[in-house]
């Protein structure tokens, strides 16, 4: 079986298995060290997303979700983060599958490359396509982001 995905998918799964501890929030798991390792490539000058993810702001958006990476016992845990990361990761990589370069471990793009059709296309780490998905996301939220498309 041949691994297709992100390196960064694999990475991520041992450094969270390595860091050990009890979490009590994310940011116990992933420190800003971590993430800084994990994402190196994401401030790249090739990478047009190069500042956008921010250790911070990861924290900022894990903490809104409460139940996000601290549920479960340890293990379930990092397991939930690293299935995070290699999705995301995966998500941001332009459509690269290159073990280096800029791109490798995702995180340099916000947009989909591939912006044709009603504006639904895929934003962000999660790259969230589709009007019933946006209005979904947007109802988890609290926000109307079906009429804001920015």
């Not at 691994?3 to 992933?30: E, K, M, N, R, Y």
């Not at 990476?69 to 995070?84: N, P, Q, S, Y």
């Amino acid at each position: 079986m041949k691994f297709l995905g992100s390196p960064l998918a694999l990475c991520c799964v041992f450094f969270l298995f390595l860091t050990g501890s009890l979490a009590q929030d994310v940011g116990t798991i992933v420190t800003n060290d971590l993430f800084n390792e994990m994402l190196k490539n994401r401030n790249d000058d090739r990478c047009p997303a190069k500042g956008f993810y921010t250790y911070d702001a990861f924290i900022a958006a894990a903490n809104s979700f409460p139940g996000f990476g601290t549920t479960g016992d340890d293990t379930a845990r990092k397991k939930e983060i690293a299935a995070f990361f290699g999705q995301t990761s995966h998500e941001t990589t332009g459509g690269s599958l290159s073990a280096d370069g800029p791109f490798a471990g995702g995180y340099c793009f916000i947009r989909e490359g591939n912006q044709m059709g009603n504006g639904f296309y895929g934003r962000g780490p999660i790259q969230l396509t589709g009007q019933s998905n946006y209005e979904l996301a947007g109802n988890a939220i609290g926000q109307d982001l079906v009429n804001n498309l920015t």
